[in-house]
T-cell receptor, first 114, second 114 residues
C-alpha cells in the first residue's frame, strides 16, 4: 500500500537553529511531492512542491527540500528557524498524473522557542 | 478574493444525528476533496470528485456521503453510521491536469459529537 512516513512527530528548536524534517514514501511510480504547513489557526497552505527537474526545490519563507529518489525521501530543511515557523508540517505524495488524491504523512509539530 | 469557504467553523452534533458540512469554492476548480484530520494521523481522504455529478470513495468513506450537483459546491454529510465522527474536516480543490495537482484547502470545520 502507498504510504508516507514522517518520523519526527514533535520537534522543538531554539531560534536560529537549523531544521530538517524527514519524509519517506513508498510508491512504485513517478511521484509528485509536496510539503504543506498549517500555522496555528490558519489554512493548510503549500510550502513547496516537486514535479520534475532539479531535485532541490525552494519554497516560501526560506524553506527548501531535496528529492532523493534512491532513498524515497523528500526532507524539508531551513538553515535558521524563526519563532514564526512554529506550525505543523505535512509531507504529501501523489503519483504523477494521478487524478485521485494526495497521501499525507502524519505530520510534524515544530515548536520554535524564542 | 478567490478561495474555499467552509461552514460552519464549529459544529456540535448529538449522537444519532446526521449533519452536513458545507464547502464552496470560487476558484473554478473541477476537482474537490474532503479530508479528515485527527491528531497524529495526518489527513485521510474521505471522498473526492473530479467533475460535477461524479464522485469516488476515498480511504475512509464509511459513514459519510457527498453530492456534487454544482461545480462550486461539494457538501459532506456525516451520518449516524460514522462511529467516531469527532474530528477536524478539511475541504480542498484543485485544477485538472496530468501532473502536479496542487490542492488548495479551506479553513476547516471542527465537528464535535456530544
Amino acid at each position: 500500500a502507498q504510504s508516507v512516513s514522517q518520523h519526527n512527530h514533535h520537534v522543538i528548536l531554539s531560534e536560529a537553529a537549523s531544521l530538517e524534517l524527514g519524509c519517506n514514501y513508498s510508491y512504485g511510480g513517478t511521484v509528485n511531492l509536496f510539503w504543506y504547513v498549517q500555522y496555528p489557526g490558519q489554512h493548510l497552505q503549500l510550502l513547496l512542491k516537486y514535479f520534475s527537474g532539479d531535485p532541490l526545490v525552494k519554497g516560501i519563507k526560506g524553506f527548501e527540500a531535496e528529492f532523493i529518489k534512491s532513498k524515497f525521501s523528500f526532507n524539508l530543511r531551513k538553515p535558521s528557524v524563526q519563532w514564526s515557523d512554529t506550525a505543523e508540517y505535512f509531507c504529501a505524495v501523489t503519483l504523477s498524473g494521478s487524478a485521485r488524491q494526495l497521501t499525507f504523512g502524519s505530520g510534524t509539530q515544530l515548536t520554535v522557542l524564542p | 478574493d478567490g478561495g474555499i469557504t467552509q461552514s460552519p467553523k464549529y459544529l456540535f452534533r448529538k449522537e444519532g444525528q446526521n449533519v452536513t458540512l458545507s464547502c464552496e469554492q470560487n476558484l473554478n476548480h473541477d476537482a474537490m476533496y474532503w479530508y479528515r484530520q485527527d491528531p497524529g494521523q495526518g489527513l485521510r481522504l474521505i471522498y473526492y470528485s473530479q467533475i460535477v455529478n461524479d464522485f469516488q470513495k476515498g480511504d475512509i468513506a464509511e459513514g459519510y456521503s457527498v453530492s456534487r450537483e454544482k461545480k462550486e459546491s461539494f457538501p459532506l454529510t456525516v451520518t449516524s453510521a460514522q462511529k467516531n465522527p469527532t474530528a477536524f474536516y478539511l475541504c480542498a480543490s484543485s485544477t485538472p491536469g496530468t501532473s502536479g495537482r496542487e490542492q488548495f484547502f479551506g479553513p476547516g470545520t471542527r465537528l464535535t459529537v456530544l
